[in-house]
C-alpha cells in the first residue's frame, strides 16, 4: 500500500489524523495509505490504535460533485445506521475543502462470481447472492420519509429512461448500433412508476463485503437515489447470468437464476409488474457504461486491458 502523497493530500491526512487523535486518545494513529479500488473520490486506510478506518476524500483540484461529493455517501450510511442494512460506520467528517469522511473499515471480501476470478465453493456462491438479495430486498422495504437523507427529486422511470438515453447518445455511434432501436421501444411503453425507495444504483456482490456466506457491509453509495425499486432490482440481476458480459464473464457454479433470486426478493414470489421492461433498461444501461469505458480505451484516455476481451466488431 503506497502513503498518502500528493498536492494537498498532507492537508487532508493531516486533519483526518488529528481528528481520529481526538477520538481515540492516547492511541497512535498512522499514516494514511492509498487503499486500491476506490472509484468515487480518493481512497485510504488509516489505523488508530488497533481500529482500521477508511477514509474518503474529494480530490484536491475537483469540486465536490458526483462520484467526488463525498459528504453525500456519509449522509447515507449515516441513515441506514440501526436499520439492519450492513454499512460501515461513518466516525468523523469534515466540509473543508477537500472535504473527507472516515468510516470503519468492515473486514471481508468483494466477489463478483460471474466476473471475478475465485475459487469460492458453490455453496457459498449460492448463499452469498441469496444474502445480498435479502438485503436489496430490505432495502427498498425501509420507509423513505424516516431517513434522515437530503431531500432531492425522485427518479421514475421516465425520468430515468432520459438520463440513460443522454449517456448512451453521448457514445459513438459505431458503438451503439441497435441502440436507437432499444430506446424507441422502451419509450413506446415506460411504465407507470410507484411510490419511491432508497435506491443503491449498483448493487451487487461486487459492491458488498462477505466473510464466509454472509455479506457483512454494503459499499459503495455514491449514486444512491430515492427511486423505482425495479430500477434497482432489474440491474442487479444483469450479474446472475455471464452472458450479459460477453468477452469477460464467466459461470460460477452455484449462482441462482434470475427467476429464484426474484422469488426470493419478493418474499411472496411474485414478480414486480413491468420487470421485462426494467430488464431491457438496465441492459441499455450497461451497453451505454461499456461503450463509453471502451471509447476511453481507445483514446487512450484510461488503459483498460478488459476493453481488449470485448467483442467489439459485433457493436454493444
Known sequence: MLTATGAGVPDVAGRVRARLGELHPGAEVGELAVLPGGRSGLTYQVRAGSRAFVVKAVPTAERPVGRNDVLRQADVLRALAGTGIPVPEVVASSAEHPAWFAMTLVPGESVEPVLDRHDLPPGAVRARMLAITAVLSRLH????????????????????????????????????????????????????????????????????????????????????????????????????????????????????????????????????????????????????????????????????????????????
Do not use: S
Open 141 to 316: 422495504g425501509l420507509r423513505l420519509d424516516r431517513l434522515t437523507l437530503p431531500v432531492q427529486p425522485a427518479l421514475d422511470p421516465a425520468g430515468e429512461l432520459a438520463r440513460w438515453r443522454r449517456t448512451l447518445r453521448a457514445v459513438p455511434a459505431e458503438l451503439r448500433p441497435l441502440g436507437e432501436d432499444l430506446l424507441a421501444l422502451l419509450a413506446k411503453d415506460v411504465p407507470d412508476g410507484v411510490a419511491p425507495v432508497l435506491t443503491h444504483g449498483d448493487l451487487r456482490l461486487g459492491n458488498a463485503l462477505c466473510t464466509g456466506r454472509e455479506v457483512a457491509a454494503v459499499i459503495d453509495w455514491e449514486i444512491w437515489a430515492a427511486g423505482d425499486p425495479r430500477i434497482d432490482l432489474a440491474w442487479f440481476l444483469l450479474f446472475a447470468d455471464p452472458a450479459n458480459f460477453p468477452g469477460v464473464g464467466r459461470p460460477a457454479a452455484g449462482l441462482p437464476g434470475e427467476a429464484e433470486l426474484v422469488a426470493a426478493y419478493a418474499g411472496d414470489g411474485a414478480e414486480p409488474p413491468d420487470l421485462r421492461w426494467f430488464r431491457a433498461l438496465a441492459r441499455l444501461k450497461m451497453a451505454a457504461i461499456m461503450g463509453h469505458n471502451i471509447r476511453r480505451h481507445r483514446e487512450g484516455r484510461h488503459h483498460d486491458p478488459v476493453q481488449e476481451r470485448l467483442p467489439l466488431d459485433d457493436g454493444i
